[in-house]
């Protein structure tokens, strides 16, 4: 508490006004800068030029008497300082009136002596300190809430108009993708079929330079065919609903395996694959990481006599991390952060074939089921591929 306090005494009586200098005089604990106001006019004017920690108010004014002079005052100035009543009114109606008023004491002239003074003087405006101190605790929480409130609704605006241009986006870029479809395999199966017709009915009449160029654009006519098959599929990979279920990887993987058989004819190729756990995903968008995974393994390890590929995983406390590991080609580290980018490419076309959307589809479905991927590799030393799949998954896409 401050050792020292400025205190106004509203007391129009000068006995009892020396009386009350004397008693407050006797104690050494506090330090008094006592003013005086004989009436609730002059208090008012004193209050608006200075500001007390203490006032001591007498009931009775020549100019108001009665619970109406504290109610006056506390009317005239709401934020007022510690008020204590010190009045001959020996009354304990009026008193109780007054403490629910807004005073933090009712003291009785002649009933009260230094010590007794003293110690109302500390507790009312230590109580009135806190007081203060928690309303304007209150006041701080309350604009917080409301400024709380007020950004979260903010926000959940700025989700909803996110959220509402996305949909038209998707929507255009499903149309955008339908249309490009359909635009670029009309002229594709025209050049196609041309070229076919030119091959089966002039084929020996033509030039070897011109056999070649024809040879050429039937070849760029696939990988265009193959391009926009990859397209569409890379497109339906975000459109297609999830139908999450427990299912067994390792059937996953053999239905995976089935589709890139063909891939492996005419080569050694040698596929460890260990006990995979069961997994809560959708089959059919597991089915496509894997048959992607797996035509990587197999093309990049194409230059090797024998092919060696490992599937494996490793369980987490919250997630199942699988690993294809191959013997591949490998490629730099430096450049990994492209590997799961649409149309990205490590090596060129002439090396090895594809669109670079593969390892794109792959990151878009485990993200799907709220799960990463990643690489790890050597040039020259084989490559291994990852991605992880929680234990338990929320779909955060539907």
């Not at 109580?127 to 101190?133: A, I, M, T, V």
């Not at 002229?187 to 024809?214: M, T, V, W």
């Not at 050597?378 to 234990?391: C, I, R």
Request: include cysteine; hydrophobic fraction near 40%; glycine fraction near 6%.
């Amino acid at each position: 508490m401050n050792k020292e306090l400025n205190l106004l005494l509203i007391e129009d009586n000068e006995g009892d006004e020396r009386l009350i200098r004397e008693l407050l005089g006797e104690q050494k604990l506090i330090r008094f800068n006592i003013e005086k106001a004989a009436t609730l006019k002059e208090s008012e004017g004193k209050i608006s030029n200075y500001k007390y920690d203490i006032i001591l108010l007498d009931l009775g004014l020549p100019d108001s008497s009665g619970l109406e002079t504290l109610i006056k005052l506390i009317a005239l100035f709401p934020g007022l300082a510690t008020i204590i009543i010190l009045t001959g009114l020996n009354d304990t109606e009026i008193g109780l009136k007054a403490v629910n008023n807004g005073a933090q004491d009712y003291i009785i002239k002649g009933q009260v002596d230094s010590e007794k003074l003293l110690k109302s003087i500390i507790y009312s405006f230590e109580r009135s300190r806190l007081n203060n101190e928690l309303k304007t605790q209150i006041e701080a929480r309350k604009l917080a809430e409301r400024e709380t409130l007020k950004l979260n609704s903010e926000l959940e605006q700025r989700i909803h108009d996110r959220t509402a241009q996305l949909e038209i986006v998707n929507t255009e870029l499903e149309a955008f993708s339908h249309s490009v479809s359909h635009d670029l395999r009309a002229p594709l199966r025209h050049i196609n079929g041309f070229a076919e017709i030119l091959k089966e009915e002039f084929y020996d009449q033509l030039p070897e330079k011109a056999r070649s160029y024809l040879n050429t654009i039937e070849d760029a006519a696939k990988k265009m065919n193959r391009l926009i098959d990859d397209l569409l599929n890379l497109s339906r990979t975000n459109r297609t609903e999830l139908k999450k279920s427990t299912i067994k990887m390792n059937q996953v993987l053999d239905d995976a395996l089935s589709e890139v058989q063909p891939l492996m004819e005419n080569r050694k190729v040698d596929i460890n694959i260990s006990t995979l756990p069961e997994v809560i995903g959708d089959f059919n968008l597991l089915r496509l990481v894997w048959v992607n995974l797996l035509d990587n393994a197999i093309k990049y390890t194409r230059p090797r006599k024998k092919a060696v590929i490992k599937i494996d995983y490793k369980e987490e406390k919250e997630e199942f991390i699988f690993c294809i590991q191959d013997n591949g080609v490998g490629f730099d580290m430096n450049y990994a952060q492209k590997l799961f980018g649409a149309f990205q490419r490590l090596h060129s076309t002439d090396e090895f074939e594809g669109t670079g959307i593969g390892l794109s589809n792959v990151r878009r479905i485990i993200s799907r089921h709220s799960g990463r991927t990643w690489a790890e590799a050597e040039v020259d030393k084989g490559a291994s591929f990852y991605f992880s799949l929680p234990k338990k998954t929320v779909d955060f896409w539907h």
